[in-house]
């Protein structure tokens, strides 16, 4: 199966940015949507972007409208998640996962193919 791998997580304070990366391995990660969850300690895991193929069909959670951005490079089998004025409540473990569909959907658990997490922390 498809494996992702995201990076790019680490420790910033509050207003500050970051961007995460996730690769995926094999070709049919051009044919999938794309989505960026998080989970906090002791919180579901939630919803934060996810992107169709084409990158013609965008949604975020509420929580980061206006402040993260998601992309994807399907020739380099890559997406990106760009966060600004980070604020601690963001502070997560942040997982990249794929779906073999054309329709975006929000949750996790249509979602087939998962990437270990990268860790965004942010300090007041």
């Known amino acids: 199966q498809v494996q992702l791998v995201e990076s790019g997580g680490g420790l910033v304070q509050a207003g500050d940015s970051l961007r995460l990366s996730c690769t995926a391995s094999?070709?049919?990660?051009?044919?999938?949507?794309m989505g960026w969850f998080r989970q906090a300690p002791g919180k579901e895991r939630e919803f934060v972007a996810a992107i169709n193929w084409q990158g013609s069909n965008i949604q975020y959670a509420d929580s980061v409208k206006g402040r993260f951005s998601i992309s994807r490079d399907n020739a380099k089998n890559t997406i990106y998640l760009q966060m600004n004025s980070l604020k601690p409540e963001d502070t997560a473990v942040y997982y990249c996962?794929?779906?073999?569909?054309?329709?975006?959907?929000?949750?996790?658990?249509?979602?087939?193919?998962w990437g270990q997490g990268t860790q965004v922390t942010v300090s007041s």
């Open positions: 094999g070709r049919t990660f051009g044919g999938y949507i």
């Open positions: 996962a794929g779906r073999g569909s054309v329709v975006i959907v929000t949750r996790s658990s249509d979602y087939s193919y």
